[in-house]
């Protein structure tokens, strides 16, 4: 599916802000609320725009300690990597997971109320994954950008966007 600078500014400005009602993102992107709905849903029925969600502050959940761990396997075969894959869904706290190239075979992103918490995690989830050899974990001291979307997917329309977004601020 093909986009103009104007399905640009409307997923740019979706992915600032998810629940704009269609009034302002019509504002902003310079057409009719029925216009802006018309193009959204077909943004929505194209794939481009696969669903919405919240960003929740996890802290207020007790979820303090970002933890990056780096995780290699046994062995590189088709039925281990399917079998880690398998496994690691059923961890309740790994949020995000990577196959990788290089020296690990993946990237697991845990999050965990402390360092206390993290150890019961490692002990109890990530050590008891199938075919994993070694484990390796950074804690993350910041967090420094968090973006859903990398405001390069959408050129200038997206410096436009920001720019006015610090002018209304």
Known sequence: MDIDKIDAAILSELTQNARVSQ?????????SSTAVARRQRALEEGGLIRGYQAALDLRRFGLATTVVVRITLDSQSDEALKAFEAGVL???SVV??????GSDDYVVIV???DIE???????????RLPRVARLESSF????VVNRAVPPSVFGKTARRVQRRRRAEA
């Open 117 to 127: 918490d993290f150890e019961r995690i490692h002990r109890t989830e990530l050590s």
């Open 111 to 113: 999050l965990a109320r």
């Open 23 to 31: 009034v302002d993102l019509a504002m902003r992107v310079g057409l």
């Open 140 to 143: 993350a001291l910041r967090e």
């Open 96 to 101: 995000r997971c990577f196959l990788m190239s």
């Open 90 to 92: 059923d961890c309740p």
